[in-house]
């Protein structure tokens, strides 16, 4: 009865979200998607927001984690977060309050939640989770969050500081039974808790343990492969890629994205629907057609200070789904770039 009733609350979570003029919105990507228009009459249904580019851990393969100097470093004013809300929300099923750093350092994290929950959005967060008092488990709780996902990538303090280096395994554990503890106390809370393994060559031989963890602590776990230098991987062959970073891929072939024989990717991409669906707005308002790129260079538009319709529109968006439509366009873009070397791998 527990696990049915679980479900129902799931279904009940997604189902809040939609609208009439949402319905309309997702029927009308998905026959504009399928035409491969280059104009949208429908606006993406989902949006990943950038909190901040600021983290605590200093992960390896991430620019952030690096500390790149290619970009300016900040946090989304709860101001300029509004605009694209009110903008949005009317047809937007799902916003991702993260992309390039650690969200539970915006001190305006709660209120953003709130603020596109009360507009009937949909919302979801991942954090490393090494920063959390109880008080904010419980406010992220009660503000509705759909999704909290957890990223540990280990079973084990040894293997987790491998990568999340700053980071503490216990810690991470300690925060999620927090999170367990004050779901229970909540009436109707729906949130799922969700842990990320992505898997390493350090860390392959842990997967099981990890799941029999978070079975043991309640929550729910997935499984995924590793990325590659997340900075680079848009920007280069997968051969590139391998050689670089071949300590990191596991050598299970269930895990690796790659046949590492060969020096390519396992799955071959001919197309992305990216352009026609979803966006990402980071923390500066620059708008950038996906989470695999970061750069301001590459941005398509900033959405505080032209409007995010005029970019959806705009010179850049288009050119880009005709590039990957293959229809004639004048305008070169980073999804120029990354079609030429086979799209990213995963």
Known sequence: ????????????????????????????????????????????????????????????????????????????????????????????????LYNWGEPLLNKHLIPMIKYARERGTGV???????????????DLLEAGLQKIFVSCDGASDMTYKKYHIGGNFSTVLENIKILTEEKKKLHQCNTRIIWLFHVFRHNEHEVEKASGTARNMGVEIRINKMRTD???EIFESAEKAIDRDREWIP???????????????????????????????????????????????????????????????????????????LKENWKKTVCHICKENGFTYF
């Open 1 to 96: 009865m527990a696990k049915k009733a679980s479900i129902m609350g799931k279904i009940q979570e997604e189902l809040r979200v939609l609208s009439v003029k949402k319905l309309y919105n997702i029927i009308m990507g998905a026959v504009q998607l399928y035409l491969k228009s280059s104009k949208l009459y429908c606006l993406p249904t989902r949006i990943s927001i950038e909190t901040g580019n600021i983290c605590n851990l200093q992960c390896p393969l991430c620019p952030t984690g690096r500390k790149d100097k290619g970009v300016s470093r900040g946090f989304m004013s709860f101001e300029n977060y509004k605009k694209i809300i009110d903008e949005l929300a009317k047809d937007l099923v799902l916003v991702r």
């Open 124 to 138: 979801t967060i991942s954090t490393n989770l090494n920063i959390l008092t109880r008080q904010t488990a419980r």
């Open 230 to 232: 997340m900075g680079k």
């Open 251 to 325: 050598e299970d072939p269930k895990y690796c994205a790659f046949d590492l024989d060969k020096k390519e990717a396992k799955q071959k991409k001919n197309f992305c629907s990216l352009p026609w669906k979803e966006t990402v707005i980071n923390w500066d308002g620059t708008v950038l057609p996906c989470c695999s790129v970061y750069e301001e260079k590459y941005s398509f538009g900033n959405a505080f200070k032209e409007g995010f319709k005029k970019i959806w529109n705009g010179e850049a968006y288009i050119s880009a789904r005709r590039e990957l439509a």
